[in-house]
């Protein structure tokens, strides 16, 4: 323990497991659950929207968004995640965590029921609405980001605090495959009760007029869970690491941790005076000290985050268009819409199942014993290799007797970006930055990571598009073929592989021994030390 460590955040950094550190992480997971529904439900139900609103009178295949609504309608929550990891980060270091989180429920809720009561039947009306409440929607899953995070980084005790802050990123694993699960129930269900021929037997009568209310039904479901936490967010206590740090009321702090750690903490609000008296030891936000101590650590974060989502939204948001190249979702003339939308969540579903959440998993287990460099250093190398398994011998993977063997690898690449990278992205930003930057640097690490989400999933529509141009889909330009696509993600791997030897490891290290704070407050009690570098 430093000399000048408060008795509170001491007795959090020391405390043991208890029955509070699991509910902070159903708290704070229950929203990433709701987060990664509603983020990856939309890619289940793109091709229906193809269907139901851009059908094409006499076309051999069924229709399809316009390439400039498709990546509207795939991106456009993005671009509200990315604005909401900014502002609510922002605003978290400023009003504190319990404050805002709150506010970031509300508006889920809300955007969730109204993106599936989207407006008219004009096409052009329930994309710009769909789009218009996705963006509202995404700006409230942004905030999720930075102040689950930091929230949980600042409750956890120094020993577990990796694995609890993994658990919450975690239930990401189990948000896309509840996605997955609603929409095989859902199509199931409409298929068996409104029958309808194949596209190639009846274009026009293989989407019911109820396929109109699959979509609808499965984007507005995502509203439940986070309305399920809600109460219990707003009796969540404000973290002691905020309280003392930030808001400089040790007393505060003190009296919260008491009731939750069910101990007696003296408040020590002279010597939390006594720290606070210098103000030039302390510096804000992109100021030249701050640059000094934490720059090359922000650029770590802020860049493996960024080459991460590229790499890790790309494949995931276009799963169905990989399964359908290699002949694992039947060609799309051979089903009718509501049939389509199931077999795209069965695939989605089964990869959830084998890779996405067994690789979040195996993080919680072992971030707290192998560390956080190691891991996500050997799961952007093992991403690299199976990237390039997968691009340089492409054709082979695409002959039928091959199929399962490009699903295995394509799985592989997905469980080690969770037992890798995707992980760590998430919890080491929380763990390195003062406490009065903590959530904006996290908002900021994790909107550059949208940034690569945005390149990823953007790029890949056009990038994947076959170069002979007979061979694209509507309205697409020529592209670089997915065997290239492939090969160009293996190479953002391996930058990310550079990239992560600027993270420090904080494996067992309490946050303020991580953020420099005990050291900047030893050097308010005395002027004759130096600041070192942390």
């Not at 502002?87 to 599936?116: E, H, N, P």
């Not at 990796?162 to 990123?169: C, N, T």
Request: with cysteine.
């Amino acid at each position: 323990m430093a000399r000048d460590q408060l008795q509170v955040l001491n007795a959090l950094d020391v405390a043991k497991t208890q029955w509070y550190h699991f509910t902070a992480i159903i708290i704070a997971g229950m929203g990433f659950f709701t987060d990664a529904y509603d983020l990856f439900c939309i890619s289940l139900v793109t091709k229906l929207l193809g269907r139901i609103y851009y059908h094409v009178e006499g076309s051999q295949k069924p229709g399809t968004l316009p390439p400039n609504v498709a990546a509207a309608v795939n991106g456009v929550a993005f671009c509200g995640t990315l604005a909401g990891q900014l502002f609510f980060g922002w605003l978290g270091d400023k009003l504190g965590r319990k404050k805002v989180y709150g506010m970031t429920l509300m508006v889920m809720v809300l955007c969730s029921i109204a993106s599936g009561l989207s407006f008219g039947h004009e096409p052009k009306a329930v994309m710009a609405t769909l789009c218009f409440f996705r963006f509202w929607l995404g700006f409230g899953i942004g905030g999720d980001y930075p102040l689950s995070a930091t929230i949980m980084s600042e409750y956890a005790n120094k020993k577990t605090r990796g694995a609890f802050i993994a658990a919450v990123f975690a239930m990401q694993g189990f948000g896309i495959m509840a996605g997955g699960i609603f929409a095989l129930i859902i199509s199931s269900a409409f298929d068996a009760k409104f029958p309808a021929p194949a596209y190639a037997d009846d274009a026009l009568g293989s989407t019911v007029p109820q396929a109109d209310l699959v979509w609808r039904i499965i984007l507005m479901v995502g509203a439940i869970p986070a309305a399920m936490t809600y109460y219990s967010r707003s009796k969540m206590p404000e973290t002691a690491r905020y309280t003392a740090l930030v808001a400089k009321d040790a007393k505060q702090a003190a009296s919260d941790m008491s009731k939750v750690l069910q101990m007696e903490i003296e408040p020590e609000q002279q010597k939390m005076e006594e720290t606070s008296k210098d103000k030039s030891k302390t510096f804000s936000l992109f100021s030249k000290e701050f640059m000094r101590r934490h720059g090359l650590h922000l650029l770590g974060t802020t860049s493996t985050w960024f080459l991460l989502d590229i790499a890790f939204y790309s494949q995931n948001l276009f799963q169905k268009d990989i399964f359908s190249a290699i002949g694992w979702i039947p060609p799309a003339q051979t089903m009718n819409a509501i049939q389509e939308v199931f077999k795209i969540a069965r695939a989605q579903t089964l990869i959830a199942l084998c890779s996405t959440v067994p690789g979040y998993w195996f993080t919680v287990a072992f971030i707290d014993v192998i560390g956080r460099f190691a891991i996500q250093l050997m799961g952007f190398f093992f991403m690299t290799v199976f990237m390039f398994a997968l691009a340089i011998p492409y054709n082979h993977w695409t002959h039928k007797e091959n199929r399962i063997g490009f699903v295995v690898m394509y799985s592989l690449t997905f469980f080690f970006a969770n037992f890798g990278p995707n992980a760590t992205t998430f919890v080491v930003p929380a763990e390195i930055f003062p406490a009065r930057f903590r959530s904006t640097c996290h908002g900021i690490s994790a909107a550059s990571g949208k940034l690569g989400a945005m390149v990823g999933a953007f790029g890949f529509l056009y990038l994947a598009q076959s170069p002979d141009k007979t061979k694209t889909d509507a309205g697409y330009p020529p592209g670089i073929g997915v065997r290239n696509s492939l090969i160009v993600l293996g190479v953002v791997n391996f930058l990310g592989i550079v990239f992560t030897f600027l993270v420090p490891e904080s494996k067992g290290k309490s946050l303020e021994e991580m953020s420099g704070e005990n050291e900047e407050n030893e050097t308010s009690n005395n002027d004759n030390r130096t600041v070192p570098i942390v």
